[in-house]
Structures are given as structure tokens and as C-alpha cells.
């Protein structure tokens, strides 16, 4: 499974971004995606997940922010973190995991900052 991220950039405190995780694999391969986000000095932390079945799980500090989604087409999966209200401490790289066949696959880092 390869996955490629986007959608990352310099944002102003209190703007928006949307971030794309898109899987080469069919989307009913895939049981979780999640995004993580490691800030310089910080370890990697979750931020938002989502399974197969939808269910989605959010860091304390994103709740009512971040939102994350996904949809599939014949061979490709794409999962988005739409991010708002975002704020300095947002600011990191953001990774996409996904899960498929009891396997982890991780995609490049996207950056996010955020700054006036």
C-alpha cells in the first residue's frame, strides 16, 4: 500500500487546511487510517482516526475542529482531516497510516504551519 499525503501549508491562526491521504488499494482493503502529527522536540501523536465501519476518533485537543472523512473508488482510498480554528500548537508534520491485512503502511509527512 503506498499513500501519498497533501495539502499542507502556511495558515493563519484561526484559518483552515484540508489534508488528502490517498491509498493505492482498493478502499475495502483498508480497516483504519489515521493521521498523526509530530512537532519539532514532540513525539509522533494520533490526531484523528477513522475504520471501516466509520467510527472516528479524535485527540482532546482537536475535538470540535478537526474533522476526518473518507471515500473509496475501484482501486483508491482517500481519507481527509479537515482542520479549523487551527491554532500555533497545530503546527507539524502530518502523517497518514493506514491499516490493511494486519499490516501498517505510513505515508510522508505533509506540513502544517501555522503563523501570523
Known amino acids: 500500500v503506498q499513500l501519498q499525503a497533501s495539502g499542507g501549508g502556511l495558515v493563519q491562526p484561526g484559518g483552515s487546511l484540508r489534508l488528502s491521504c490517498t491509498a493505492s488499494t482498493p478502499i475495502f482493503l483498508i480497516n483504519e487510517v489515521a493521521w498523526f502529527r509530530q512537532a519539532p522536540g514532540n513525539q509522533r501523536e494520533l490526531v484523528a482516526a477513522?475504520?471501516?465501519?466509520?467510527?472516528?476518533?479524535?485527540a482532546d485537543s482537536v475535538k470540535g475542529r478537526f474533522s476526518i472523512s473518507r471515500n473509496g473508488a475501484k482501486n483508491t482510498a482517500t481519507v481527509y482531516l479537515q482542520m479549523n480554528a487551527l491554532e500555533p500548537e497545530d503546527t507539524a508534520v502530518y502523517y497518514c497510516?493506514?491499516?490493511?491485512?494486519?499490516?501498517?503502511?505510513w505515508g510522508q509527512g505533509t506540513l502544517v504551519t501555522v503563523s501570523s
Open positions: 477513522i475504520t471501516s465501519e466509520h467510527k472516528t476518533t479524535y
Open positions: 497510516r493506514a491499516i490493511s491485512r494486519a499490516r501498517a503502511h
